[in-house]
């Protein structure tokens, strides 16, 4: 079973992590429908023990600190306004730098991606982020690249997302990698996730 670490802190967008919880808890789900064991373990992560406060008044309670958490198979990392505050954050930074020395894949939607330069594992590789934040990652010099107007990039075992919805197309496209097209499309059967956007 892999273990899969969500990292909220306050002020973070909450669907950036909902959303991808969903898919990976889906997963589990799919599986056992299939007769097959759960794939992960599932866990919100955060500096403290107490309630997190989202960026639009959400509190949820983390289940593991970081102090508590030397290693994970897979890490996701949200955005949010509270990345402008983590990135000034050395003890959050040299965390997420340890878990993704050894982690299979390190991942995040919006501006997560800034938090994963930050800390260095997104440095020096193609990365992207949220539209509205493309110009100013871009200014900080820490990716090779910041790639405007795509769902998701890879780049290695790094993996970064645009906002919100592109954190499920993300993950959807991992649970792929990770267990088969048939598991992914029983996730997104499962949740009834079809984007039809406005015209």
Not at 59 to 84: F, S, W, Y
Not at 163 to 188: K, Q
Request: hydrophobic fraction near 45%; include cysteine.
């Amino acid at each position: 079973m892999k273990s899969i670490g969500i990292l909220v802190f306050d002020d973070v967008e909450e669907l950036d992590f909902v959303g991808p919880w969903e898919v990976f808890n889906m997963a589990n789900e799919v599986a056992g429908h299939m007769g097959r064991d759960p794939f992960h373990d599932v866990k919100l992560i955060a500096e403290r023990e107490t309630p997190v406060r989202c960026a639009h008044g959400l509190r949820v309670l983390p289940e593991l600190t970081t102090a508590a958490c030397d290693k994970l198979d897979i890490l996701l990392v949200p955005g949010g306004q509270g990345t402008r505050r983590e990135v000034l954050n050395p003890a959050l930074l040299a965390w997420i730098a340890a878990i993704s020395a050894s982690a299979e894949w390190v991942t995040s939607v919006c501006t997560g991606a800034l938090l994963l330069c930050a800390a260095g594992p997104a440095r020096g590789k193609r990365v992207t982020t949220h539209w509205a934040f493309i110009e100013s990652l871009r200014a900080r010099g820490e990716a090779a690249e910041v790639v405007a107007d795509c769902r998701y990039v890879r780049d290695g075992n790094l993996v970064t997302s645009a906002g919100i919805s592109a954190g499920i197309d993300m993950s959807l496209w991992l649970t792929s990698v990770l267990y088969g097209p048939d598991v992914a499309r029983g996730v997104r059967r499962g949740m009834e996730y079809d984007p039809a956007p406005p015209v």
